[in-house]
C-alpha cells in the first residue's frame, strides 16, 4: 500500500498426459493421507534479485467486529483468519488478500469473508466480502481469500477480516474427490513464479469440476498473490489416470519466497 504499482495475475495450465493429484505446498512433503482436497505442502525460495515491484499497504490489527461476535454458536466463529494485505492498483481499486485457516478436525464448506476499511481513528469507510478460493477447507488446513474495491476511500488507513460463513460439511467421502500430486517444482520465469506439478485420481470413481488454486507468501506468510484455474467441465479424470500442469502466476506484492497449491474435485456419481 505504499506503492502505486500494478501487476495482473496471468496463468497458463498446460494440461498433458502424466501425473497425480494431492496438495503440496512450498514447505514441505504431502501427507500420507490423501486429504478430500489435497494442498501442496512446501517450501521454496525465490532469488533475491527477482523481488517484485509492488508494495502492501500500511494493515490494521484484526479486532473482532459485531458481525463475527454474532457467530460464537457457529463453525465460522472458530475459524482462523489472516488480518488482509491490501494492494492499491493502478487505476485506483483495492485488492485485499489473505487466508483462512481451519484449527479443527471437521471439514468446513460455505466459507464466506468479509473485509473493512477503516479510517485511522478505526471508524468504518467500506465493507466487502467474498467467498473462500477453497469449496472444502478440510481440518488443518487453509484456503486464500480476495476482496477487490473499486477504489480505495479517502481517508483509508488499514484493514481488517472476519470469516462471516461456514458449516461442517457433510458426505465429504461422497461428494468430494481425493486427489494427490506426485511432483512439483517452482522456479521464476521472467518475472513470474512458474509451478509445474501432477495430480492423480487415486479413489475408484471419476472425478469432474476440477479446480487447481495456488497461493504465493512473503517471509511472514502473508499472500502476495494467488489464481484458481478450473479445467474444462467436461473433463473427467478417470481412476488411475493423471494429469501434469503448468501454473504461471506474477505475485502482487514483494518478497515472495513461498507457496502453497492444491486440486480439488468432485466425485461422479
Known sequence: MERLAWRWLWIWVGVLVAGCSQVWSSEGTSSATPQPASPLLGYTRLPPSLTP??????????????????????????????????????????????????????????????????????????????????????????????????????????????????????????????????????AFVIDQYQVSLSIANKGAQAVQGIAVTMTLFDEERRVTGFRRVYLDPNRRLAPGESLALTLKVIPQGPNTVAFDAFAEGYLVN
Open 53 to 186: 515491484t509492488l508494495w502492501p499497504v500500511y494493515t490494521a490489527t484484526p479486532l473482532l467486529s459485531a458481525d463475527s461476535a454474532s457467530l460464537v454458536a457457529s463453525p465460522a466463529a472458530l475459524l482462523s483468519v489472516s488480518s488482509p494485505t491490501c494492494y492499491e492498483t493502478a487505476v485506483g481499486s483495492l485488492m485485499c488478500l489473505g487466508q483462512v485457516h481451519n484449527p479443527m478436525e471437521e471439514a468446513i464448506e460455505g466459507v464466506t469473508v468479509a473485509v473493512e476499511l477503516l479510517a485511522r481513528d478505526g471508524s468504518l469507510l467500506a465493507i466487502g466480502e467474498t467467498t473462500l478460493a477453497r469449496a472444502l477447507l478440510p481440518g488443518g488446513e487453509a484456503g486464500p481469500y480476495r476482496v477487490l474495491f473499486e477504489r480505495t476511500p479517502p481517508g483509508y488507513a488499514g484493514a481488517r477480516s472476519f470469516v462471516k460463513t461456514g458449516e461442517i460439511a457433510t458426505d465429504v467421502e461422497r461428494r468430494f474427490a481425493s486427489l494427490a500430486m506426485q511432483e512439483v517444482s517452482g
